[in-house]
Structures are given as C-alpha cells and as structure tokens.
C-alpha cells in the first residue's frame, strides 16, 4: 500500500506564507508526478502544482511567481512553498502521486493524501 500524508497547512493572514508537506509512504521505487490540488467550499478540485520525475514543473496561473513545488529525495517528501498568500488561496490542499511503480513491480494508478486546510485572512 502507498500512503501520502499532507501537513502544514493552517491559518495565515494575506500575504503571509506557508509551507506543506507531502509524505510518501509504502514499497515505493518510483512515482512519475506528485501534484498538488486545492478544493475551495463549493467549487471543483483544481491543481495548482505538479511536479514529474524529469523534474518539469507547472503552475496554475493563478499560482504563479507565488507558489513552488520541490522534492526532498532523501526523505521522499515533496513540499508547496506558498508565498504572498491571498485569501482566495483559502483551501484543502490535497498531494496526489500519479503512476507509481512499487518495489514489487506493481503499478499503481495513483493515490490521494486525505488533505489539508489552509485558511487566509485578509
């Protein structure tokens, strides 16, 4: 089983920063890209970040100069640090793995963290 556990969220005033987590657990040999999604009451799950294993990012528009997404190889954690935070950034952010190649060779089509919530105030 793979497991993702986001942390770091929490409540900021606008303009502030923060910085999450995404830890990845389980027989993991290799996840082709993490991203980072974001769910606000009422509206569609949408990315924000996504990160491949060539090392390509892209941003939501609305993200960027903003937000950047990085990996800790050592610790298989990827991180979102989100500077200039804006009270429409008010969120559940959610860490999904899309392929992910198990030591045992089992592909997996990917998997969710349960999220976590980032409030701005203005």
């Known amino acids: 089983q793979v497991q993702l556990v986001e942390s770091g969220g929490g409540l900021v005033q606008a303009g502030g920063s923060l910085r999450l987590s995404c830890a990845a657990s389980g027989s993991i040999r290799r996840i082709n890209a993490i991203g980072w999604y974001r769910q606000a009451p009422g509206k569609q799950r949408e990315l924000v970040a996504r990160?491949?294993?060539?090392?390509?990012?892209n941003y939501a528009d609305s993200v960027k100069g903003r937000f950047t997404i990085s990996r800790d190889n050592a610790k298989t954690t990827e991180y979102l640090q989100m500077n200039s935070l804006k009270p429409e950034d008010t969120a559940v952010y959610y860490c999904?793995?899309?392929?992910?190649?198990?030591?045992?060779?089992?592909?997996?089509?990917?998997?969710w963290g349960q999220g976590t919530q980032v409030t701005v105030s203005s």
């Open positions: 999904n793995a899309e392929g992910i190649w198990t030591t045992a060779e089992k592909f997996i089509t990917g998997a």
């Open positions: 990160r491949n294993s060539s090392g390509n990012t």
